[in-house]
């Protein structure tokens, strides 16, 4: 961890910063071959550096791409239920969007911070892009604890959040999905999560250091606190995250594909871009435990 963002050149990969604060882009390295030991561990080093991390023209079928991700953690199948999943592949699901299937994914989130056991690792490979639009902003959240005064970090610490799958999905705009065949896999994903805690900062083992670990989306309230002073709290830390110098803007090309570290980043899906067509694959990489504080 060098918590310099500089250009490096590692013994099997390049790796170039885009931001000071987050994001790099690695290139020398073809995904749809096996990887050795020594080019995995160089990649995980750049993404515990640069939290998201970027490879150009990666040309992948599904199952390379589980194959990669299973590189760095279990790599669970994947309910039908928010996203449809592959048919080659039952680890990848599918993001589509185009005139019919609007985007609704422009929501501050952590993939599965709803769950007891939340996602390490997102592995999304961009299959179709549109000619403009369908940006994704990602946020550093080291940097966005960093930045908080001393007292607040103060009045931070040991608490909990409880994070609830039915924050987002209740939303209006995510009525759709409780439709028809889909209401079936949606009850079961609700009942599969029930409302969780995990703690407002978290301390990443392989770096020591602290990370502000909530989103809008998921993120209800804070145990302990009044109902206002929670909801006073998390509006304060909504609005700190938005702040440009924790963030990078990437402008997805067709062949990208990203990894980014969900315990210390939260995403954003742009949605200006409907009734273009958008197709991204996911695959997501567990922890091995349950978030510590
Ligand atoms: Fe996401």
Not at 8 to 19: A, G, K, L, M
């Amino acid at each position: 961890m060098t918590g310099v963002a500089e250009a490096r050149t590692c013994r099997h990969i390049s790796v170039r910063p885009i931001n000071p604060a987050i994001g790099a882009e690695i290139t020398d390295v073809d995904l749809g071959r096996e990887l050795d030991a020594a080019t995995a561990a160089e990649i995980l080093d750049a993404i515990l550096d640069h939290l998201v991390v970027f490879f150009p023209d990666q040309d992948i079928t599904p199952d390379r791409q589980a194959a990669f991700a299973r590189r760095f953690g279990d790599v669970p199948e994947v309910p039908d239920s928010m996203f449809r999943v592959h048919p080659d592949n039952p680890c990848v699901s599918v993001l589509e969007n185009d005139a019919e299937r609007p985007p609704t994914v422009n929501n501050w989130h952590s993939d599965y911070s709803f769950a007891a056991r939340p996602d390490f690792l997102s592995v999304l490979h961009a299959r179709s892009i549109p000619d403009v639009g369908g940006d994704t902003i990602w946020v550093n959240m080291y940097a966005a604890y960093e930045a908080l005064t001393d007292p607040m970090k103060a009045h931070l610490a040991g608490r909990v959040a409880t994070h609830d799958f039915m924050k987002l999905y209740e939303r209006p705009f995510k009525r759709h999905l409780w439709k028809g065949e889909r209401f079936e896999y949606m009850e079961a994903a609700r009942l599969e999560h029930p409302p969780v805690g995990h703690p407002v900062v978290r301390t990443i083992p392989e770096t020591g250091r602290r990370a502000l670990y909530i989103n809008e989306s998921f993120t209800r309230n804070i145990e302990d606190l009044d109902e206002r002073e929670s909801a006073s709290l998390l509006d304060y830390l909504f609005e700190h995250i938005r702040t440009p110098e924790f963030q990078i803007r990437y402008r997805w090309e067709p062949g990208t594909l990203a990894v980014w570290d969900n315990r210390v980043t939260v995403h954003y899906a742009v949605a200006d871009y409907h009734p273009r067509h958008r197709l991204m694959h996911r695959v997501t990489v567990l922890n091995h435990e349950a978030p510590q504080a």
